[in-house]
């Protein structure tokens, strides 16, 4: 069965400063992986989907890379700003169990100003 | 949003009742999700839908039962509600044209406490 591990589970930066979230997946038989961020007491909204065959997505200054083959993403921040406080979670689509997303618990990011 | 709505919001039960949570789409989207977020676990999907009448399970579907009986509605049901089924539940859907390549987009959640 997938794993997916977020590390760290809570980051604190001052407001300006360039961030990395980690996300990692046992097993690289995978569809695509994808970053969401999570308000609290909200739903999920979707940032960046990677195919497996790609390297990396932008969107703004979010940008996703994906290393398949050792089983890792990064999610880079650039120029964070308080309102980009939020969780942020990755999800694996597995070739096996194709309906299945797999989710990993989330980095708890704080932008102080 | 993606057109998702999840009803109620929030909602609080005895054990042993039964509840259904309903989620509503406006798009016409094929294939709809039910999940549960609980702490440390992350989101765990519980059952879903790739058409009408058309349901399959998920990793954590023990204890719950969904149906779908037109385009837009999912429903998901506790039969007989139980201290463990305490969790936010989450529904998503994929677009027209489903595969397994799209994203998945996410209502804003149906806070259900079992007392």
């Known amino acids: 069965k997938q794993e997916v591990t977020q590390i760290p589970a809570a980051l604190s930066v001052p407001e300006g400063e360039n961030l990395v979230l980690n996300c990692s997946f046992t097993?690289?038989?995978?569809?695509?992986l994808q970053w969401f961020r999570q308000d609290p007491g909200k739903g999920l909204t979707s940032l960046l989907l990677?195919?497996?065959?790609?390297r990396e997505q932008t969107s703004g200054r979010l940008n996703a890379s994906l290393d398949k083959s050792s089983g890792r993403s990064t999610l880079y921040i650039a120029a964070s700003q308080p309102g980009d406080s939020a969780t942020y979670l990755c999800?694996?689509?597995?070739?096996?169990?194709?309906?299945?997303?797999?989710f990993g618990t989330g980095t708890r990011l704080t932008v102080i100003p | 949003d993606a057109g998702i709505t999840q009803s109620p919001r929030h909602k609080v039960t005895e054990t042993g009742t039964p509840v259904t949570l309903r989620c509503h789409q406006t798009e016409n989207h094929r294939y709809m999700y039910w999940y549960r977020q609980d702490p440390g676990h992350g989101l765990r999907l519980i059952h879903y839908s790739y058409g009408v009448k058309d349901t399959d399970k998920g990793e954590v579907s023990d204890g719950y039962s969904v149906s779908r009986s037109k385009t837009e509605d999912f429903l998901l049901t506790l039969e007989s509600a139980t201290s463990s089924q305490t969790s936010v539940y989450f529904c998503?859907?994929?677009?027209?044209?489903?595969?397994?390549?799209?994203?998945?987009?996410f209502g804003p959640g149906t806070r259900l406490t079992v007392t």
């Open positions: 097993d690289s038989a995978i569809y695509n």
């Open positions: 999800a694996v689509r597995s070739q096996t169990g194709a309906n299945n997303l797999f």
């Open positions: 998503a859907i994929s677009p027209i044209g489903d595969t397994i390549y799209y994203e998945q987009y």
């Open positions: 990677i195919q497996s065959s790609q």
